[in-house]
């Protein structure tokens, strides 16, 4: 690639880029792409042990779901798919890491409408939050804004990229959305409150499904009530807790809302079962595959 | 790029990537850049005779104040651009075109945070309204939404492009943006009325700051009564006229909203006077430059 002056970072991993899985280095997509052109595309991402994808047909279900929901066909059929991921996971041999599936517009020729979509296919090493976000719990600032196609998982990031540096000056650690003080989402996470009568709620309305999410309401159905219904901004004012919920932070407690303290200021009880009982169901469904993908 | 199975159209055209002109056919971006990962850039478009780009300097004020407000730098200075769209233009020599130049969020490390913008700048033949739309006036549909930071650029078109098939699917030409009843703009034209006084009317808020929504202002003034004021579906069913402005269509009829037809059905005498006041200008400037960059 002689026509970049900038190089990519050389992660020394294989991605699958349309029908081959390639170095990183080498993975590189035509500017005609209606990704680069218009932004447009969808993607998904899920955990991984060893071969072992967590909850691989959630994520598959919502990647094929995203990409009808944006008129995109998918190239290969989901058992094909996993297949790939297969490979590619196995030729990485990473411990523990992050798969991320990325479906563009495709090359289109006249910059506007969509050509054949190209699929890539990614593994990063896994980032997870610190220990101690964990026990002391995280801030978080707000911003008035609504996903565009909130149950797509789009690749427009627009806003929440543009929020990074509000949210290190505010030293906090992520942004909730909301419109007229009625919540729905982070950026990348899900949000929830724990009422002063334990129940575990989280907004049903301008939210992504998120897998995590789910499971946590399923959990959460085992030992708490719980409900999906719409959280107001003073709903979170007057929580016993808060916490979000994402592929990589699993449940993650919220101590400060902008300049308002939730709760006691300290991780809740409900927040930590609901943690544990996430680590104890991942593992249990590792066990039950003996590593192997469902 | 043999990792690639998809291959681009052949415009036999070249483009600037970074630091160098090359063909077309050559022109990459690596998957990492965070328009392909996070749908994260801006750009801009104006139209070129030969060598000459119309109104270039609004152009890249407004390419560079996008860059600003999404915190992108753009890597070479105005005049540096200029001189290398100079260079581009000369090369491809065409009649007449547009060329586009985007500005994205770079190689990302993390796929999240942005890296060194990457810029592209490529030329295309024109295409401009058929004599047809002009003379009988187009057809357009009404969707509810509010670009995500409506004064910039960004390359975010995941609205404007779904909707391409429910625009065919009404037989119309384009989709009008309002919410709850107060128009926008269109996803790449800005809109106008004239109402029954004769007055130009265009919105004020939520839209991009089109260079021919500029001119035809500064147009109708020497005229016509003009304002930049709200402007709701209702005043539209009330209007005498219709037409949208933007680099490619210059100033176009728009005859029917819906299923509501405007004013008679047919193109207006003020709308038809701004088109001609607006091709005497771009000839006017054109002839004041000699062809050349001012």
């Known amino acids: 690639m002689s026509a970049n002056i900038q190089l990519p970072t050389d992660t020394g991993l294989y991605v699958f880029v349309n029908n081959q899985i390639i170095p990183s280095t080498e993975a590189y997509l035509h500017i005609s792409d209606l990704a680069i052109q218009r932004g447009y595309g ?21 990647f094929y779901h995203s990409a009808t929901q944006m008129n995109l066909m998918v190239p290969v059929a989901q058992d094909v798919l996993k297949t790939i991921i297969r490979e590619l996971t196995t030729k990485n041999n990473l411990a523990e890491s992050g798969v991320k599936m990325v479906l563009t517009g495709g090359y289109s020729a006249d910059g506007y409408q969509p050509g054949t979509p190209n699929l890539i296919i990614t593994q990063q090493p896994f980032s997870l939050p610190t220990q101690a976000q964990y026990q002391t719990g995280i801030k978080i600032i707000t911003h008035e804004y609504v996903r565009e196609l909130p149950t797509a998982k789009t690749i ?7 929020l990074i540096q509000e949210i290190k000056d505010s030293g906090a650690d992520d942004v909730l959305y909301h419109q007229a003080g009625a919540v729905s989402e982070f950026p990348r996470c899900n949000f929830f409150i724990v009422r002063q009568d334990d129940t575990v709620v989280t907004p049903a309305e301008n939210v992504l499904l998120g897998v995590t999410r789910k499971n946590v309401l399923a959990l959460a159905a085992t030992r708490f009530k719980f409900a999906e219904e719409p959280v107001t901004l003073k709903d979170i004012y007057e929580a ?3 916490f979000l919920t994402s592929t990589t932070k699993r449940v993650l407690p919220i101590v400060q809302i902008d300049d308002k ?13 609901l943690l544990q009982d996430l680590i104890s169901l991942e593992d249990k469904e590792l066990a039950e595959t003996g590593g192997r993908m469902k």
Not at 42 to 62: A, C, G
Request: aromatic share 16%; no cysteine.
């Open 42 to 62: 969808i993607f998904d991402f899920f955990k991984v042990k060893q071969t072992h994808p967590y909850f691989i047909n959630d994520y598959l279900d919502r």
């Open 156 to 162: 427009n990031y627009t806003m929440g990229i543009r």
């Open 261 to 273: 303290i939730i709760g006691n200021g300290k991780p809740g009880r409900v927040t930590q079962a």
């Open 240 to 242: 016993k807790e808060a």
